[in-house]
């Protein structure tokens, strides 16, 4: 077994965290709710807004192979105007899911040196896709009610 610096450990926690924060609001988005008015699930109205019946959110975000699948295909169902920047937004997410699991994973592989620093880069990619899905996702579901965007 590797022995782990506690600087890496600590890195590869933070890295994880952000990961699955962002797998969760990908199963936020695979509840279908993306947009006003269009709903999909067991899911209710509360004061007018909709809210995912939270066994829908959970059957997503523990799925196997993850929560990516069903916002890939709540993507397709936004208004074409948004439609490519959500899409885009959730493959981006897809991918950096993907490279966070992979640098876990090449700590154990022969030869492989990965630092904290590494796992703190990655982080800070998922950390600013997760943000800007966010936002998307804020201004499809209240597009009045949402805050302005910051780039």
């Known amino acids: 077994m590797r022995r782990l610096t506690e600087e890496t450990v600590l890195a590869v926690g933070r890295l994880t965290l952000a990961a699955t924060e962002l797998e969760y609001l990908l199963a936020e988005i695979g509840t279908g709710h993306t947009d006003r008015g269009h709903h999909t699930g067991r899911g209710h109205h509360i004061g007018g807004d909709y809210q995912p019946d939270r066994h829908d959110l959970a ?55 990965v630092d904290a620093a590494t796992f703190d880069e990655i982080a800070g990619l998922v950390l600013r896709c997760r943000d800007r899905l966010q936002a998307l996702h804020d201004d499809l579901t209240h597009p009045a009610s949402a805050p302005p965007r910051t780039r």
Not at 69 to 77: G, K, T, V
Request: no cysteine; hydrophobic share 45%.
């Open 59 to 113: 059957a997503i975000f523990t799925a196997t192979g993850g929560p990516v699948p069903a916002a890939r295909s709540r993507a397709q169902q936004v208004e074409p105007a948004r439609r490519a920047e959500f899409v885009g937004l959730v493959e981006a997410a897809a991918t950096y899911l993907v490279q966070s699991r992979t640098a876990v994973r090449a700590l154990w592989l022969d030869g492989n040196r």
